[in-house]
């Protein structure tokens, strides 16, 4: 039987609303969340990003500023934007879109942005408040992972999870959150060994990597749960025809558009799996749902207020210790 999908888009609706819903309460309470996207120069992709996460603030009631330093600014300069947003009580969220020009120092104007206001959870602070389970603010795609989970009711607890990927926005803070949520974890890389047997451990299987289709069947086992972060544009067809040959509909797209999205497995794993998440429409969903959350969270924690449960799915507790996880 074919493994199930996991509708990503689904979830997505679902925290969009349930984020919406928070927000209709703070602004009755007279607190209105804003969010800063600092824009810098004229990437088109950075652009079409950027205008979609304003877009979502829109949609759900978040008060949204965009700023558009030219390509041309100094590290300085950007730090001193970033600064400035600091500073302002109308802000809760500050955004620096990905990449920065060649000539910018990108984690020296990252680690200027006030970590209370991180809510891309990248700064160090919020990184250690994730491995130590205190209040803060979780990287948005990592954090859309376990809202899958969650949402999909997948065991988590006591579950073997291979993550494959050990970057500081996905592999690592999404082992960071599995551990929290007390699976035990491993985290594979381009060194480790055999990979197709550490990947047939897991229960649960996240592919992080930026290779088109290179999960296959053989790594995966019966019955897993594969969460598909990769996000891979193929142009070529000899590529297209061996991952999507027969699929109509992904061959009327490449027809028309000369190229397609697949994620970092090959299609087939489905035939293994118990369930997966589609590329496009799985993970990637998720990540601006999660932006917004983050937006919200941020504001409630900058008052000191609690984090609501409507936005906020409850990690596990874990049995061996007394901390409060509210760490996501
Ligand atoms: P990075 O390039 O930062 O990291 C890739 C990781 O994959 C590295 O740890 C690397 O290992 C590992 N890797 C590469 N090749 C192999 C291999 N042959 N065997 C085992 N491991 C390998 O990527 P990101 O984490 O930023 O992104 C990963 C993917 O997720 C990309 O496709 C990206 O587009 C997508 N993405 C999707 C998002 C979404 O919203 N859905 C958000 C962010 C990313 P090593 O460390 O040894 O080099």
């Given at each position: 039987m074919p493994a199930h999908v996991l509708d990503g888009n689904l979830y997505a609706t679902q925290i969009k609303s349930e984020v919406g819903e928070e927000v209709r309460h703070m602004v009755e309470a007279g607190v209105r969340p804003g969010l800063a996207a600092v824009l810098v120069g004229e990437n088109p992709a950075s652009q079409t990003y950027v205008r979609s996460k304003v877009r979502a603030c829109e949609q759900l009631g978040i008060f949204s500023e965009l700023i558009t330093p030219p390509e041309s600014s100094t590290t300085e300069e950007l730090i001193a934007v970033v600064e400035g947003l600091n500073q302002?009580?109308?802000?809760d969220g500050i955004l620096v879109q990905?990449?920065?020009?060649?000539?910018?120092?990108s984690k020296a104007v990252l680690l200027a942005v006030d970590p209370a206001k991180d809510v891309d959870g990248f700064h160090p602070v919020n990184v250690g408040n994730l491995s130590t389970q205190r209040p803060g603010l979780v990287p948005c795609t990592p954090a859309g992972c376990m809202e899958i989970l969650r949402r999909a009711n997948i065991?988590?607890?006591?579950q073997e999870a291979v993550i494959v990927g050990r970057s500081d926005i996905v592999g690592k803070p999404l082992a960071m959150l599995l551990t929290n949520a007390n699976a035990t974890v491993t985290i594979c890389h381009s060194?480790?060994?055999d990979l197709p047997a550490v990947c047939r451990r897991g229960d649960i299987l996240v592919a992080a990597i930026?290779?088109?289709?290179?999960?296959?069947?053989?790594?995966v086992k019966p019955g897993a749960t594969i969460l598909d972060v990769g996000i891979n544009h193929i142009s070529d067809p000899a590529d297209f025809e061996r991952f999507f040959k027969g699929d109509e509909k992904r061959e009327k797209q490449f027809a028309e558009k000369g190229s397609t999205i697949i994620g970092?497995?090959?299609?087939?794993?489905v035939r293994i799996a118990g369930a997966v998440t589609p590329v496009?429409?799985?993970?990637?969903?998720l990540t601006i749902a999660m932006l917004m959350s983050n937006t919200v969270k941020a504001a409630r924690l900058r008052r000191g207020q609690s984090l609501a449960p409507a936005a906020e799915a409850q990690p596990a507790k874990p049995k061996s210790t007394k901390a409060k996880n509210n760490a996501e």
């Open positions: 302002r009580d109308d802000i990905l990449p920065l020009p060649a000539n910018v120092d065991p988590i607890e006591g060194r480790t060994k930026g290779r088109p289709g290179f999960i296959t069947t053989e790594f970092d497995c090959d299609p087939r794993v496009p429409g799985g993970v990637g969903k």
